[in-house]
């Protein structure tokens, strides 16, 4: 972005020396103009994989080493210590898919719903096979600890839509959610509190307890 390479060039002082409150205004707008580059290189994402026009490479992909990949990838939290861990039932699964987008999705997943934690200091992702007619389905459920062993229980139809709009996530979830799907894949949520629930599109919201992601087994 052109504007920010301006800004660069005043931090580094090309145009003078700098006063205290004008480097930090200068911060402040470099931090904006990043933040801005972000959301435009994620609108574009969005945009390409609505119009099939993503490229996804096929490979099979053990699932436990794309879940630790995913786990390893999460940025560090500048106010708390969260533990993420994994308890897999399906130690042996694999998918079929995109190790690059897939590893992206999941770990856009994973730092929202870590972020969200509320009186939990761990989240936890639990796997396990489930029977889907002739094939067989990987069942992701996601969620602190104390709400993982309800979430790992809950049926798909008492589940709801997973609400990507969430705020200070730009449009991660948004692309998380399309690649996910692009991987005959989908995302649900707890079903939202009566206090909680608002509509958007005639969807109810879903309290940010957890998720439970659902990908077809290689």
């Not at 504007?3 to 005043?10: A, E, Q, T």
């Not at 205290?20 to 609108?43: C, P, V």
């Not at 042996?92 to 969200?116: H, I, M, Y």
């Not at 399309?178 to 509509?199: C, F, K, L």
């Amino acid at each position: 972005m052109v504007v920010g390479g301006y800004i660069s060039m005043l931090l580094k002082e090309r145009g003078g020396p700098l006063s205290d409150q004008q480097r930090h205004l200068l911060q402040e707008a470099e931090k904006s103009t990043k933040r801005l580059s972000a959301l435009i290189a994620e609108m574009s994402e969005v945009s390409k994989l609505e119009a099939g026009a993503t490229t996804f490479t096929r490979a099979r992909l053990e699932l436990e080493r794309l879940l630790k990949d995913s786990i390893a990838a999460l940025p560090p939290l500048p106010d708390r210590e969260t533990e993420v861990s994994l308890e897999n039932e399906a130690p042996a699964a694999e998918v079929s898919g995109d190790p690059v987008q897939l590893k992206g999705a999941f770990t856009a997943l994973l730092t929202a719903l870590r972020r969200e934690l509320v009186t939990s200091t761990a989240l936890i992702v639990h796997v396990r096979r489930e029977a889907d007619g002739s094939r067989q389905r990987l069942r992701l459920s996601i969620a602190g600890s104390e709400d993982i062993e309800t979430l790992k229980q809950a049926p798909l139809d008492t589940l709801v839509r997973f609400y990507e709009l969430r705020g200070g996530c730009g449009l991660s979830l948004v692309i998380a959610r399309r690649i996910i799907a692009a991987h005959d894949g989908r995302i649900w949520s707890p079903e939202a509190a009566p206090s909680d629930a608002v509509t958007d599109d005639n969807v109810d919201r879903a309290a940010r307890t957890g998720a439970v992601v659902v990908v077809p087994e290689a």
